[in-house]
């Protein structure tokens, strides 16, 4: 069995929590994806159609530019848990942006995510062209911040 990762982005926190959390619960190494601007809370209202991420989400290609990970070799692991919040029921576009800085052939990536009541929706559809073909994605489960650590490890080793 090879090493694990939790990879998260986290614009408000709460999915940082959750990664934490797995951390814990698995004994994963962890990486945070980090956008190079980071959003203010102004970035975040979805409800406004010029605010940053609603701006980005409507372009499916946007690829809001992220920061080196920092000591992360991604050829080291084997499964990799990669987590985010759901935006217009699809991972934020800056998680494209990191996958598609390195190199995901051959790893298997179980998404986990945050959300105030959206699903998965097409995550996957619109994440698998940022990875290797030989990448396999699985959509795995949406968390609440209150995710305990033994269902969030009884989880991760279904997979």
Do not use: H
């Amino acid at each position: 069995m090879g090493r694990s990762l939790v990879l998260y982005f986290s614009a408000g926190g709460i999915t940082r929590t959750v990664a934490k959390n797995l951390r814990e619960a698995t004994g994963a190494d962890i990486c945070e994806i980090k956008p190079k601007i980071p959003y203010k809370p102004e970035d975040l209202n979805w409800m406004d159609k010029n605010s940053r991420s609603s701006i980005e989400m409507n372009d499916k290609s946007s690829r809001p530019e992220v920061q080196e990970a920092v000591a992360i070799d991604i050829s080291d692991y084997d499964k990799i848990f990669l987590g985010f919040p759901i935006w217009w029921y699809v991972a934020p576009t800056c998680v494209n942006s990191f996958l598609e800085k390195y190199d995901f052939s051959n790893k298997k990536i179980i998404l986990f995510a945050t959300s105030g009541g959206s699903r998965f929706g097409e995550t996957v559809k619109y994440l698998k062209p940022s990875v290797a073909p030989s990448c396999e994605i699985i959509e795995g489960e949406v968390f609440s911040v209150a995710a305990s650590l033994e269902k969030l490890k009884a989880w991760a080793d279904k997979y």
